[in-house]
């Protein structure tokens, strides 16, 4: 077959795959929200060769990557995600990963203006990703605003595939100093706002009979007295989101008989990250660094980037039989 033959073939399948996405919302409906698009596995490899010129591709670095996911069980094209505390940081890391695969990403964050990083970002997503990376200004602490946002972001392709909640504070500060006034507020950021924004996306989920995903990030300091990180307000909100991703599985995994649910809910337990949150504590304390380098097996920190392939997981196919589990990626820090 020649090179001319080939490259008709491969087209022929992608137009087939354009003619499906373009089907009306009603259609959607009481059916399995897992379009069926065509994949890169779906193409033969000697045909993607022949559009490529390129027998033996290079496994390139997730800032060069601009090709389709190779594995069907990644592939987030036609799909739409919502990303809280997606203008920076950890959830941006998640964000653009889940762009990268294809999907249509909602960041809200509550900082005035998205970060430079998250520009860099957005502006990678023409090239040749198929996915798209958006930006609202939303406090998770102002429901109606939120819940108008998120119904906004589902109608316009009427489906919502999946959140990342990962809007959450910190303050590093003894038990016999807080106040109730600092109490409050971090619970209303880091437990009332990942319960009213998982349980929004999830209407929007059953309206549109979408079966996906849910991941809350908690942290490992929800599991342990983290050793020098004094914020025992933050430390025990983020136990309650783990037991709280618990719940929501078991209350939302089931399909319903008119086709909503199925809805499976994880928590993402990460270690100490390098965030500019915690870039803030080794301001205050430069010890701490050392001190938690010392207290995983790996003996360094982790970055943001390296939990763009959990969240890649969590959020995909690839992840379908998994729900109401904690997901722990701390460089061995709990497992002494």
């Known amino acids: ?51 490529t ?32 505390g997606g203008g920076r940081g950890l959830g941006l890391s998640m964000a653009e990963a889940l762009m990268e695969a294809g999907g249509k990403v909602w960041c809200l964050d509550r900082l005035e203006e998205p970060d430079d990083e998250f520009l860099h970002v957005q502006s990678r ?14 406090d998770v602490r102002d429901v109606k605003a939120m819940e108008s946002t998120i119904s906004r972001i589902a109608a316009d392709k009427c489906r919502l595939d999946g959140l990342i909640a990962a809007a959450g504070i910190q303050q590093v500060q003894a038990a016999l100093d807080y106040s109730v006034e600092d109490i409050q507020k971090m619970l209303d950021i880091n437990y009332t706002g990942v319960f009213m924004t998982a349980t929004t996306v999830a209407r929007e989920m ?11 990030v908690a942290s490992m300091s ?12 933050y430390n025990s ?44 504590n080794f301001e205050k304390e430069p010890w701490l660094k050392e001190m938690w380098e010392k207290e995983n097996m790996l003996g360094r920190l982790s970055s943001p980037e390296e939990f763009r392939g959990a969240a890649l997981y969590m959020l995909s196919d690839a992840s379908t039989f998994m729900t109401g589990t904690s997901f722990v990626i701390d460089g061995g820090h709990t497992a002494w």
């Open 206 to 216: 059953m309206k549109y009979k979408t079966r996906g995903s849910i991941l809350l």
């Open 1 to 51: 077959m020649s090179p001319q033959h080939l490259r008709r073939h491969a087209l022929r399948s992608i137009q087939g795959a354009t003619l499906l996405r373009s089907q009306a919302c009603s259609s959607y409906a009481g059916r399995i929200s897992h379009p069926a698009l065509v994949t890169s596995t779906m193409i033969p490899t000697w045909s993607r060769r022949a559009m």
């Open 237 to 280: 909100s983020k136990a309650a989101v783990i037991q709280l991703g618990r719940n929501l599985a078991m209350e939302w995994g089931k399909v319903r008989e008119d086709g909503s649910g199925g809805i499976r809910v994880n928590s993402l337990c990460p270690g100490h990250i390098v965030t500019p949150m915690v870039k803030e």
């Open 222 to 233: 929800g599991l342990i007295a983290n050793k020098g990180l004094v914020s025992p307000v």
């Open 125 to 138: 997503a023409s090239q040749g990703f198929n996915g798209s990376l958006h930006y609202d200004r939303i």
């Open 53 to 84: 010129h390129e027998a033996f591709p290079k496994a390139p670095s997730h800032e060069a990557q601009n090709t389709f996911p190779q594995l069907k069980e990644f592939d987030l094209r036609g799909r739409v995600f919502v990303v809280t």
